[in-house]
């Protein structure tokens, strides 16, 4: 079982930044996308970011010019920056990623646990 390990959440100020990170374990073979979602309670969980393994980005239209999302190869890990945040930003942060465990098999989406951001005064 691939497990993605998240860290970074927290409780900030609106206006305020947030740093999320997302690392894979080093021993798998290979990653394409990775990104991260989001989910308050009855809602569905929305695209907040993804990104390609060769850098090409996707944002949703809510946070668009206020988070950036980046990747490190060497580390497997994908990272979130998010400035000007306001309250309606709260919600659990999960990383997805596409991987390939070993050279033989499939391809699939593995999801973090899920980090709280919470954006409050």
């Known amino acids: 079982q691939v497990q993605l390990v998240e860290s970074g959440g927290g409780l900030v100020q609106p206006g305020g930044s947030l740093r999320l990170s997302c690392a894979a374990p080093?021993?798998?073979?290979?990653?394409?996308?990775m990104g991260w979602f989001r989910q308050v309670p009855g809602k569905q969980r929305e695209l907040v970011a993804l990104?390609?393994?060769?850098?090409?980005?996707t944002y949703g239209d809510s946070v668009k010019g206020r988070f950036t999302i980046s990747r490190d190869n060497d580390k497997n890990t994908v990272y979130l920056q998010m400035h000007s945040l306001n309250p309606e930003d709260t919600a659990v942060y999960y990383c997805?990623?596409?991987?390939?465990?070993?050279?033989?098999?499939?391809?699939?989406?593995?999801w973090g646990q899920g980090t709280q951001v919470t954006v409050s005064s």
């Open positions: 997805k990623a596409r991987l390939r465990v070993g050279m033989k098999s499939g391809e699939y989406d593995y």
């Open positions: 080093l021993s798998i073979f290979g990653i394409s996308g």
């Open positions: 990104i390609t393994s060769s850098g090409g980005t």
